[in-house]
């Protein structure tokens, strides 16, 4: 069980929420984004979020709590933008090139200069914190299998050679996505962005 679904039992046994938690979740993962878990503090948050200092503790605990939970919600929408940006393609190439086109889009603008919680949390929280290394790993690993899934499609109908290494290749292809989100933060244009996600589906012919 998930710091946020321990948490929503726990509204459950008590009294309601007078906020909306998404919006919440939205506001303060803003703040871990560009300034880190270390720089973001309590204050920051609540003026962020628009609520109590009260509130906030009732409902989070304490800082940690507030991350982990904005952290489950980073990851759901990321997921779900992925998901929206490869339904409407059909062969695996195409989803793998939709997957870094979206990378891209992230990596330039506001966007970029927020970065990735989950790369910023890699070597923000994970050293010392065993809940966040394990958040980390696992989104990790889901988008390296993300990657490595659509490149095996890609091989299954045509549109990817059969001789590519797919867990290799997707490897590669996670250092590169997670650099993109890094290098984002320094304020490259979007055409630079793009270049790099063309560039990268080089790797696959």
Known sequence: MTAATELSAVRLRGRPREFDMDDALDKAL?????????AASITDLTDAMGLAAGSVYKAFRDKRGIFLAAFDRYRALRIALLDQATASTATGRD???????????????????RGCLVVRSAGDMALFDEEAARRVATAFAANE??????IALGQED?????????AATARTLLCLMSGMR????????????????ETAMKIID
Not at 145 to 150: F, I, R
Not at 182 to 197: C, F, L, P
């Open 158 to 166: 045509g549109s990817i050679r059969d001789d590519l290494d797919a």
């Open 145 to 150: 299998a993300l990657v490595s899934g659509l």
């Open 30 to 38: 803003a703040v871990f984004s560009e300034r880190g878990y270390h």
């Open 95 to 113: 989803k793998l090139r939709a997957v870094l086109g979206v990378y891209a889009d992230s990596s330039y603008g506001d966007a970029g200069r």
């Open 182 to 197: 890094i290098v984002g933060k320094t304020g490259r244009s979007h055409a630079d962005m793009t270049d790099i996600a």
